[in-house]
């Protein structure tokens, strides 16, 4: 299991499954997205692509623990019993619970939530099936803490598969009462934080942790793959605002640059954490 310090804050990597795409020059998982442009970025090979082209992604929790008592689960990912678009509508039955069990935080310790988004990936593990077949949290003990900007979008929206993860992911936890609706710039400690990285969803965020000088970064979905250090135009089809997140991805690349940032994508493969660093004129994940 990956993990990392940051100062007196400890995060933890446990994954519910591997997803490797495999290319697909018809309908490639980003624009632009080729072979032969894939290759030109020799620092991805081996451990985020294959030679001949298959993306390497991860679906996984990060689990943050720091001072105060502060233990925190950031994104929920898909969850078991639950078909979806995703899983080619086969629920799921994994061992995710032992597995953050085994992690030192097994779900009755788990005092915070955050879903960086309400996307099928990002929510799943919010609910459990309970003995009575009904949804119920599965963090008992838990405040969630949902966008107000992302909930008020998604909400609204008519897709059959999205209001069937709101129904069974987002509701039940309204409605147990522990649900704290917060904004984009939400502080959730004093060594946490979240910040807005919009354009993949309207209320999208990500989560700064800063504790005795150092600093790393939770990165959602405003980068799906490494690939995007390298060609922040890449952008994949289910951006709900394209244009605003590649302009996301260049400020915070920019901002976050030769500096030590450390990284954590919430989809990428085995390192999963590096530095970014300026290369030529872009940039690339030093891991």
């Known amino acids: 299991m990956l993990q990392w310090k940051i100062g007196e804050v400890t995060v933890k990597r446990v994954v519910e499954f591997e997803s490797p795409v495999a290319f697909n020059a018809e309908a490639p998982f980003f ?41 925190l689960v950031v994104d929920t990912c898909v969850g078991n019993d639950k078909p979806r678009n995703m899983t080619r509508q086969r629920p799921l039955h994994r061992p995710f619970l032992e597995h953050i069990a085994e992690a030192g935080l097994p779900r009755e310790r788990v005092n915070t939530v955050v879903c960086t988004h309400l996307h099928v990936d990002h929510v ?9 077949g009904k949804w119920m949290p599965t963090f008992p003990n838990a405040k969630y803490l949902i966008g107000r900007q992302e909930y008020e979008h998604w909400i609204k929206d008519e897709d059959a598969e999205q209001k069937a993860i709101m ?23 004093p ?3 979240l910040i807005p990285t919009t354009g993949h969803t309207p209320g999208h965020v990500s989560v700064v942790i800063e504790s005795q000088g150092e600093t790393a970064i939770i990165t959602g979905d405003m980068m799906h793959h490494p690939a995007q250090i ?16 590649r302009a996301t991805r ?14 954590i994508g919430t989809h ?7 530095h970014i660093v300026r290369n030529g004129d872009s940039f690339k994940l030093r891991v």
């Open 230 to 245: 390298g060609r922040p135009d890449w952008a994949p089809t289910f951006d709900s605002d394209k244009a605003a997140a």
């Open 124 to 132: 799943g593990w919010n609910t459990m099936l309970g003995e009575d």
């Open 31 to 71: 624009d632009g997205l080729t072979v032969e442009e894939l290759r030109k970025m020799p620092w991805l090979f081996p451990h985020f692509a294959s030679e001949d082209g298959t993306l390497k992604l991860s679906v996984h929790a990060l689990l943050v623990e720091g001072p105060g008592g502060l233990k």
């Open 191 to 193: 060594e946490v934080r």
């Open 167 to 189: 129904a069974d992911s987002v509701k039940p936890i309204f409605d147990s009462g522990l649900t704290q609706m917060v904004e984009m710039n939400h502080r959730i400690s």
């Open 268 to 274: 990428f493969a085995e390192p999963t954490a590096g």
């Open 250 to 263: 260049k400020a915070m690349l920019k901002d976050w640059s030769d500096k030590p940032i450390l990284i």
